[in-house]
């Protein structure tokens, strides 16, 4: 697979022309328990080259304060997150 690159931020904002590989987006869902055993899922849009960047970026958000504090303190079971590609045209 080639990566493009496309300006980033966008030239007019910094005076300049940065650029950066367009990377996949990956869908990460992470299972979720609350202390009353109740389930559900968190899911994180992170753009990475592969699958194994994907879940460790996803990790790093799903423990940061504020994800913690979306699923309001439910664990995190990262060993069983899954990961997908998303679909065309998703931008985040």
Do not use: C, K
């Not at 869908?27 to 753009?47: E, H, K, W």
């Not at 069983?80 to 985040?92: D, P």
Request: glycine letters at 8%.
């Amino acid at each position: 697979m080639t990566l493009a690159s496309t300006p980033w931020p966008h030239p007019a904002a910094s005076g300049h022309l940065a650029t950066r590989p367009v990377l996949p987006m990956w869908l990460v869902t992470v299972p979720t328990v609350n202390a009353d055993t109740r389930g559900g899922v968190q899911v994180f849009a992170v753009p990475a080259a592969t699958v194994q960047e994907a879940l460790t970026l996803a990790g790093d958000r799903a423990t940061a304060p504020d994800a913690v504090v979306r699923r309001r303190g439910a664990a995190a079971d990262l060993a069983r997150a899954t990961v997908s590609l998303s679909g065309h045209g998703f931008r985040v």
